[in-house]
C-alpha cells in the first residue's frame, strides 16, 4: 500500500518532533510503543482508501475542543460552512454532534465515548490514536468497532497503523487531512490560549497549556515547512504563525 511506504519514509522527519514532545512532557517511550501493539493486534484491516475518498481534494474543517467551540459552530452554519467535510478532534465530537454528524473523529478517546461512538454508529470514521496513557481505553473501545477505523501512532508506524505526523488530537486531524489530499484545512475550536474550553477531555492545566503549545507549534510547521494550506476561523485565542486568520462569510 503506497500510504504504508510514504508514512515509513516520513518517520525520519516526524521522529526529532517527537523525541522533543517526549522530553517536554516526559513521555513513556516504551508504553507508546506498547500502547501501539495493543492497537495494532485490535483493529480490523485498515480500509484507508476509504477514508482517502472522503477527504480527497475536498475542503476539510477541523474542530479543536477549545473555548470558541461552540461560538465558531455557530458562525460556520450561518455562514454554510458545515457543508465541508468536518473533522472533530476528541472532545470536540459532542458540540459538532448538536449540527450534523461529523465525517470523522480523530481521537485518542479522553472525550466523551459514546458520543464519539454514537457518531461511530451513525456512519463517521474513527481514528483513533495510541499512546502510552491511553491503553485501557483502546482495549475497551476497538472491540467494538469492525470498521470504518483507522488506526494511528506516534511512534514509528508499523502493521495496521499510520502515522501522519501531529500530536494532540487537533493537530493530528489537520496533518492526517493533509495527508490525505484535502485542498484546504479549516480550524475551528483552536484557540490554543491559556483558558481550557469545557469540552476538552484533559484537564491538568499545566500539563494541557503545553500540548497546546505544541499543537501551535505543530500547525505553524504544518502549514510553513510542509505547505499545507491552513486557514483559522477560530472567532478568538492565539495567532498561529504560517496560518492566517478569517472570519467566515
Same mark, same amino acid.
Given at each position: 500500500?503506497?500510504?504504508?511506504?510514504?508514512?515509513?519514509?516520513?518517520?525520519?522527519?516526524?521522529?526529532?518532533?517527537?523525541?522533543?514532545?517526549?522530553?517536554?512532557?516526559?513521555?513513556?517511550?516504551?508504553?507508546?510503543?506498547?500502547?501501539?501493539?495493543?492497537?495494532?493486534?485490535?483493529?480490523?484491516?485498515?480500509?484507508?482508501?476509504?477514508?482517502?475518498?472522503?477527504?480527497?481534494?475536498?475542503?476539510?474543517?477541523?474542530?479543536?475542543?477549545?473555548?470558541?467551540?461552540?461560538?465558531?459552530?455557530?458562525?460556520?452554519?450561518?455562514?454554510?460552512?458545515?457543508?465541508?467535510?468536518?473533522?472533530?478532534?476528541?472532545?470536540?465530537?459532542?458540540? +459538532?454532534?448538536?449540527?450534523?454528524?461529523?465525517?470523522?473523529?480523530?481521537?485518542?478517546?479522553?472525550?466523551?465515548?459514546?458520543?464519539?461512538?454514537?457518531?461511530?454508529?451513525?456512519?463517521?470514521?474513527?481514528? +483513533?490514536?495510541?499512546?502510552?496513557?491511553?491503553?485501557?481505553?483502546?482495549?475497551?473501545?476497538?472491540?467494538?468497532?469492525?470498521?470504518?477505523?483507522?488506526?494511528?501512532?506516534?511512534?514509528?508506524?508499523?502493521?495496521?497503523?499510520?502515522?501522519?505526523?501531529?500530536?494532540?488530537?487537533?493537530?493530528?486531524?489537520?496533518?492526517?487531512?493533509?495527508?490525505?489530499?484535502?485542498?484546504?484545512?479549516?480550524?475551528?475550536?483552536?484557540?490554543?490560549?491559556?483558558?481550557?474550553?469545557?469540552?476538552?477531555?484533559?484537564?491538568?492545566?499545566?500539563?494541557?497549556?503545553?500540548?497546546?503549545?505544541?499543537?501551535?507549534?505543530?500547525?505553524?510547521?504544518?502549514?510553513?515547512?510542509?505547505?499545507?494550506?491552513?486557514?483559522?476561523?477560530?472567532?478568538?485565542?492565539?495567532?498561529?504563525?504560517?496560518?492566517?486568520?478569517?472570519?467566515?462569510?
Amino acid at each position: 500500500m503506497e500510504l504504508l511506504k510514504r508514512d515509513d519514509m516520513r518517520w525520519k522527519f516526524w521522529r526529532p518532533w517527537y523525541d522533543d514532545i517526549a522530553r517536554r512532557l516526559r513521555l513513556d517511550q516504551g508504553a507508546d510503543h506498547r500502547a501501539a501493539k495493543g492497537l495494532n493486534a485490535l483493529l480490523p484491516r485498515p480500509n484507508i482508501e476509504g477514508l482517502n475518498d472522503i477527504i480527497w481534494g475536498r475542503d476539510c474543517i477541523v474542530f479543536g475542543a477549545g473555548p470558541s467551540l461552540d461560538e465558531d459552530l455557530a458562525a460556520l452554519e450561518q455562514a454554510g460552512y458545515l457543508d465541508k467535510v468536518l473533522i472533530a478532534a476528541d472532545g470536540a465530537t459532542s458540540a +459538532v454532534l448538536e449540527y450534523r454528524n461529523p465525517d470523522i473523529v480523530a481521537t485518542d478517546l479522553d472525550g466523551a465515548i459514546e458520543d464519539q461512538l454514537e457518531a461511530w454508529r451513525r456512519g463517521t470514521w474513527l481514528v +483513533v490514536h495510541a499512546h502510552g496513557d491511553n491503553i485501557a481505553q483502546v482495549r475497551m473501545l476497538l472491540p467494538k468497532l469492525n470498521e470504518r477505523v483507522i488506526g494511528t501512532t506516534q511512534v514509528e508506524p508499523f502493521g495496521k497503523l499510520f502515522n501522519f505526523g501531529g500530536f494532540t488530537d487537533g493537530d493530528r486531524a489537520a496533518f492526517m487531512a493533509h495527508e490525505l489530499g484535502a485542498s484546504k484545512i479549516y480550524l475551528a475550536g483552536m484557540d490554543l490560549g491559556s483558558k481550557i474550553g469545557r469540552h476538552s477531555g484533559d484537564k491538568d492545566r499545566e500539563r494541557k497549556l503545553i500540548k497546546l503549545k505544541v499543537c501551535g507549534e505543530l500547525l505553524a510547521w504544518l502549514a510553513g515547512k510542509v505547505g499545507a494550506r491552513v486557514i483559522n476561523l477560530t472567532s478568538h485565542g492565539e495567532t498561529i504563525p504560517n496560518v492566517p486568520k478569517e472570519e467566515p462569510r
